[in-house]
């Protein structure tokens, strides 16, 4: 237990399977109560199954972000609970079609703006009152997409670029309610779903999955890769009172294959 977040209460939108519940668990280890919000109800009470089992406070809340009225129950439901909002962390995200801009279809990329974009700043906006009460924070989390163009990633970049933007302006409108907005910047992050793309990879190329991890990490200073906890805790930083003087910014956690 760390500590950086005794007493907070801490909102995550998007929990999933790899970041999103990284995120839950490590603020709820730095001391936060955690309310988990995503669509899938038995992905939620999983997690919090784990965070109690560890002797921590958690409260499942399943929601769709693309709904006003689901994000308004979301933050009364908070609010009747905990009886405060510290942080907001944006976790939600729809990967689009991973093709060129050219041959991308305009509906694939319409409805990962809708989740990722608009579905951030609708609850931004829905817990600004709560958040504006305690000075609280919002993290963003955002992805090292921005920092390279390589081909097919265009539509991944064109919805975190746009989310960044947003961010920004967020920290600028909302400092005035004491309200910082960050963005946290991961690069590739070794989980499941990355180790089963890298198994994928080596068969299409007869190597070992140990070879396309070295070939990847060797791009970064610390020759590897980062985990879903390491980036958990930069967002626990941000949310936290230790990051009080920092807004509008972007904390890059990719072992350093992208300088900024």
């Known amino acids: 237990m760390t500590g950086l977040l005794d007493g907070k209460v801490v909102v995550v939108g998007g929990v999933g399977p790899g970041l999103g519940r990284?995120?839950?668990?490590?603020?709820?280890?730095?001391g936060a109560s955690v309310v988990l919000a995503a669509r899938t109800p038995e992905r939620l009470h999983a997690v919090v199954d784990e965070i109690a089992t560890a002797g921590?406070?958690?409260h499942a809340v399943p929601t769709d972000i693309t709904s006003d009225e689901a994000v308004d129950a979301l933050v009364t439901?908070?609010?009747?609970?905990?009886?405060?909002?510290?942080?907001?962390?944006?976790?939600?995200?729809?990967?689009?079609?991973?093709?060129?801009?050219?041959?991308?279809d305009f509906d694939a990329i319409t409805s990962s703006?809708?989740?990722?974009?608009?579905?951030?700043?609708?609850?931004?906006?829905?817990?600004t009152e709560a958040l504006g009460a305690t000075s609280g924070a919002v993290v963003m989390i955002n992805s090292m997409v921005l920092r390279h163009s390589e081909p097919r990633y265009g539509s991944y970049k064109?919805?975190?670029?746009?989310?960044?933007?947003m961010s920004q302006t967020l920290a600028t409108e909302l400092g005035d309610n004491g309200i910082r907005v960050n963005s946290v910047a991961p690069g590739y992050i070794w989980d499941d779903q990355l180790r089963w793309y890298f198994g994928e990879v080596a068969k299409k190329y007869d190597i070992s999955p140990d070879d396309v991890y070295r070939e990847t990490?060797?791009?970064?200073d610390l020759k590897r890769l980062p985990e879903p906890d390491e980036i958990a805790r930069a967002v626990v930083f941000l949310a936290s009172d230790w990051a009080s003087a920092i807004t509008g910014q972007t904390l890059d956690v990719n072992c350093g294959q992208f300088h900024c």
Do not use: H, Y
């Open 113 to 127: 703006l809708d989740l990722t974009v608009l579905g951030g700043l609708r609850m931004t906006k829905a817990f």
């Open 77 to 104: 439901a908070t609010v009747e609970r905990f009886g405060r909002v510290d942080a907001l962390v944006n976790n939600a995200f729809a990967l689009p079609s991973m093709k060129s801009l050219a041959r991308t």
């Open 217 to 220: 990490a060797s791009k970064s």
């Open 22 to 30: 990284s995120i839950c668990l490590q603020a709820a280890a730095a």
């Open 56 to 58: 921590g406070v958690a």
């Open 158 to 165: 064109l919805a975190k670029a746009a989310l960044l933007a």
